[in-house]
């Protein structure tokens, strides 16, 4: 029976150790980088508000039901859909789910390599001393050039998928593990620790102002759109990471409880983020909706001119490239344990096609920030459509399946099963919510971005 076997490719040592890789997977890029500089283009509190409501509402249902799928499937997205599909007498057609998945993982790792390069770059910037005393402006430069330099952009990017492709090539567990046993508790400790320099800034209150205070007026229907795909993109579901890392996982398991502590651990290193990003942003007159370079332009000042910051600096962004390393191994995971499975190839042989893959779609995006930043597709650079098509596009058409899959395909007496929840009543709240409400909201969202209502013309 599919429940009781292991995956082929080894399982979690435990629980906590589940906990870690998802927290791992979840907590990156999305959340220290993107999350402060969405928030800051779309406005600041409304936004953060709708986000919220998203992770809660969409995002934890759609994570009990991939954790679950996956773990009842025991294989990559793509095959742990065909047996669930079988298992369930319903239409073959629902594997492509998986392999919308597989693409978008492809498509986010080639440019989620980039922006972890320019974070490896800055540990080197922290180390030779680039930000001590500097003005906001100097910080600005330093960012512009490297914006400016496909050399330097490659380089990082090269190094980052390098190191990506060896951890995956090992397997994900075991270094994976251990690496993010450390890494988080040291993450947040550095976040806090922003947080107290951003108090003493002098625009603490404005910062506080600005993430919390709700100001619908300044919400559109793209705003909304976005806060629903970072809810997907933040807590790495709708393509299938959190399915390959569930079929890890051991079938003793409590899934929902779980679920719940690695969504409020990835909520609150977000919104620490923010709490630690906007008073330094109001403090040196910069502006809120800069964009992708939001971090790069704000946390240097506050390294340069805080006791010890060399030290905090480097090790800062050291933390941040360990933590997209564990996010970007979740991205290739599900198309690495495909191949293996499908293909009978060694792991390392499937690492080097698909790590050569991706990193030579990097470059599309290491390009459309200097030579190629005239190239546009309905207005937006290489990358900005790469982010939009995935983030707000191919993850939440993703979830929107597996939430439908879960819910009404599945047969409950396997969900059932699978989940062991304590009581009746909270499995059919998250039926509801899963096989309804998730589907609902993506499905409106999705039609005011058509333009169903109106919202865009
Ligand atoms: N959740 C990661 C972050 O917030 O940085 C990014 C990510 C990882 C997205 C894995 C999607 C995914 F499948």
Request: charged share 10%; net charge negative; aromatic share 14%.
């Amino acid at each position: 029976m599919a429940d009781t076997n292991k995956s082929i490719h080894g399982e979690w040592s435990s629980r906590f150790a589940f906990i870690l890789a998802a927290t791992g997977s979840a907590v990156g890029l999305g959340n220290i980088w993107k999350f402060p500089y969405i928030t800051g283009e779309h406005g600041g509190g409304a936004f953060v508000i709708i986000y919220l409501l998203c992770v809660a509402a969409i995002g934890i249902p759609i994570m009990i039901a991939e954790t679950m799928m996956g773990r009842r499937g025991r294989q990559s997205p793509i095959n742990t859909l065909e047996v669930l599909t079988k298992e369930a007498g319903a239409n073959t057609n629902w594997h492509y789910v998986g392999w919308l998945g597989v693409i978008a993982g492809f498509l986010i790792l080639s440019y989620y390599s980039v922006i972890a390069g320019w974070s490896m770059a800055y540990v080197i910037k922290a180390f030779t001393g680039s930000f001590s005393g500097e003005s906001a402006a100097h910080i600005n430069s330093l960012f512009a050039d490297l914006q400016a330099s496909p050399v330097q952009q490659i380089f990082w990017h090269t190094v980052f998928m390098v190191a990506t492709m060896a951890v995956v090539a090992h397997g994900v567990q075991g270094g994976l593990e251990k690496a993010v046993r450390f890494l988080m508790p040291g993450l947040f400790i550095l976040l806090i620790l922003l947080v107290a320099y951003a108090m003493t800034t002098g625009a603490y209150l404005q910062g506080l102002e600005f993430m919390f205070k709700p100001d619908f007026s300044e919400i559109t229907g793209a705003s909304v759109l976005t806060a629903m795909g970072h809810a997907f993109f933040t807590l790495s579901l709708g393509m299938g990471a959190i399915m390959v890392y569930g079929s890890y996982l051991p079938k003793d398991v409590s899934i929902a409880k779980t679920t719940i502590i690695i969504a409020g651990a990835d909520t609150l290193v977000a919104l620490l983020a923010g709490i630690a990003i906007f008073p330094i942003v109001f403090a040196n007159g910069l502006e809120v909706g800069s964009g992708p370079g939001l971090i790069f332009q704000t946390l240097p000042i506050a390294f340069g001119n805080m006791a010890g910051g060399w030290l905090f600096g480097v090790l800062f962004f050291v933390l941040l490239v360990f933590a997209a390393l564990s996010s970007a191994i979740s991205l290739i995971e599900p198309a690495v344990a495909w191949c293996v499975e499908n293909y009978n190839i060694e792991r390392k042989k499937a690492c080097v096609i698909m790590g050569g893959f991706t990193w030579t779609l990097g470059l599309g995006t290491v390009f459309s920030f200097n030579n190629w930043s005239g190239v546009t597709f309905f207005g937006a650079t290489i990358f900005e459509a790469l982010d939009y098509l995935t983030a707000n596009l191919m993850l939440p058409l993703g979830g929107f399946f597996i939430a439908v899959f879960a819910g009404r395909i599945m047969l409950e007496k396997h969900s059932k099963e699978e989940l062991d929840l304590s009581s009746d009543d909270l499995y059919a709240i998250w039926k509801f919510l899963v096989s309804y409400v998730a589907p609902a909201e993506v499905f409106i969202v999705f039609l005011h971005v058509l333009g169903v209502f109106g919202i865009f013309s």
